[in-house]
């Protein structure tokens, strides 16, 4: 302890304030405060205003939108701030530090993507301008459309069309005849998949096959028969070549 007490006292304490100083920093953080309170009750005059002018726009039924003078962005957030809270459409236009500027609608009157896109130009929007410019243009449509000698894409609308330029005009039609519609399986060639038999064959081929499993079971012994029959004929030549052999 001795040792620290020491190097504490060896080192130089730092430099007194005056009182001029002091009076000094205090009258500078006095100023300071009195700007922001000056600052802060600009503030919320600039809110008050903007509230009044937003309501007296909603109850005007004549006003569609309303246009604010050029301001700084704390003031344009205020504005947008206000606007959102009153359910109102809202913009900013302009550049920056210059002439940027707010603008609100009545949802009811919210503005085009055309109207934004004229704002953002710095050009004045018409709107009896732009809707006869909309009309004019769907005007060159209709007439392009209909002008003489322009072909129009018609889709193939059946598999002799679709494919009529990879194998031809005599296959494509052979093709489209020998394939039909299956609901199992899709467009796929279904002649293979039918039963071409009458009802009457078919009955015919059932009792046939029935009748040959009935006389299969009658005489089994029969069929024993003729195999043990059979199996006797065999061997015989083969035990005459034995002895032949021997």
Sequence with gaps: MDLLGSIMGSMEKPPSISESDKKKIKAQKALLE???????????????????????????????KLKFEPMETTYRAIVHDIADIASLTSFSFGLEEQDRYVMIWKKEFAPSDEELLAYRRDEEWDPVKAKQMAELRAQERLAEDSRPGKRKVVPASNYHDKYRHLIGDTAAKEAAQSTVTNRTYGFVSSENKRDQRTIEQVLADARAKKKQKTEHVRHPSDSQDEGLNSQSQTDQPTLQTRADNL
Excluded at 40 to 46: A, P, Q, S, T, V
């Design 34 to 64: 009195k700007q922001q309170d000056l600052e802060r009750r600009k503030l919320e005059d600039f809110r008050v205003k903007i509230q009044s002018k937003i309501s007296a726009f909603i109850k005007d039924g004549k006003q569609e």
